[in-house]
């Protein structure tokens, strides 16, 4: 499992839409942003400083042939780092990634999941906002979801959150989920 913080990029994936992406070339260069097209499944999305960006490549014929479960199963990580921050994650009956507020009209994302698997072997990941400056989501349809709000864990809580602090959480209730421990 890889875990970063990437520079000021917007990533489209491979059934997006480039619509979703609300700039031109040069309001890229101003916001020192770059676009890239790539073949994970979702939509656009923003990663950047302050976001844990997590690429665990397993081969999940070693666990199970079913990229649903495993991407429920990369909800509920997070659902519980959210939850060791008093917050309450949660599923959304119709779109992937984790929430808060979900079915209200404050609904708003927290945690965006774009995967690919080939032969049963996971690739991409998950962008989860910690202290994510949210104004990048403001050049994008983040997701391809025009109605929803998009949060960060800094935001929520009310102030700047370790980024070890969270990558540690998030090591943890990965490894105990998927019942693995690290080799190094």
Not at 32 to 51: L, M, V
Not at 126 to 145: E, K, R
């Amino acid at each position: 499992m890889l875990l970063c913080e990437h520079p000021h990029t917007y990533t489209l994936g491979k059934n997006g839409k480039k619509s979703n992406l609300l700039i031109d070339q040069a309001k890229l260069q101003q916001l020192e942003a770059q676009f890239y097209q790539i073949n994970r499944g979702g939509d656009i999305t923003y990663h950047g400083p302050g976001q844990l960006v997590g690429y665990p490549i397993l081969d999940l014929e070693h666990f199970f042939t079913d990229v649903h479960r495993y991407l429920r199963l990369l909800e509920e990580v997070f659902i519980k780092v959210m939850a060791f921050y008093n917050l309450k994650g949660e599923r959304s009956n119709t779109e992937t990634g984790v929430w808060l507020d979900v079915g209200t009209p404050k609904a708003r994302k927290i945690l965006a999941l774009g995967l690919r698997a080939s032969r049963w072997v996971t690739m991409h990941g998950w962008a989860f906002n910690v202290n994510t400056n949210l104004s990048y989501f403001n050049h994008i349809v983040p997701c391809g979801i025009a109605n929803k709000k998009v949060t960060s864990l800094a935001q929520e809580v009310g102030h700047h959150v370790p980024m070890q602090e969270v990558a540690d959480k998030t090591k943890l209730y990965f490894e105990e989920l998927f019942e693995v421990k690290p080799i190094s």
